[in-house]
């Protein structure tokens, strides 16, 4: 279990990063990089703080999970998963596995996984900095 300081942590950067995601989904034109790619680079880091709220174990292998994830809702799209169980396009489970298969998303995942070590190692070092000055 996480303690409750990062899971206030965690939970604030889950917060900011599903706000991002919606800002760019209803406001950001489609024809832009930012829609195409920005939310999938952003959701791993978005789906890997949700998790941390509630879990502490490995968190240096989460982010691989994570972008694990990704993949696994990828292929679920290259399968028409979405179509094949029913789902009207543009309903809630439809948005949510998605509909259409893509190879930059799966470096976008990628992207997003490279940022969570980013701010991990980022975190750490600032961590350790500040406990050699106090």
């Known amino acids: 279990m996480q303690s409750r300081r990062g899971a206030l942590y965690y939970g604030a950067w889950s917060a900011v990063l599903l706000v991002i995601e919606i800002l760019i989904g209803a406001f950001v ?5 930012l829609r195409a790619y920005g939310g ?16 502490q174990i490995w968190p240096r292998v989460m ?10 809702a990828e292929f679920a799209q290259y399968l028409h998963l979405s179509d094949r169980l029913g789902f009207a396009r ?13 190879w930059w998303d799966i470096l976008c995942y990628i992207a997003g996984m490279l ?3 980013a ?6 070092h600032a961590k350790r900095d500040e406990g050699r000055t106090s």
């Open 115 to 117: 940022l969570i070590y």
């Open 119 to 124: 701010a991990i190692r980022l975190r750490t």
């Open 90 to 102: 543009g309903s809630l489970p439809a948005i949510i596995i998605g509909t259409s298969f893509s």
């Open 63 to 72: 982010p691989a999970v994570m972008c694990g994830i990704g993949f696994l």
């Open 40 to 55: 999938d680079v952003l959701v791993i880091p978005l789906i890997y703080c949700l998790v941390r709220i509630f879990v």
């Open 29 to 33: 034109p489609h024809s832009t990089w």
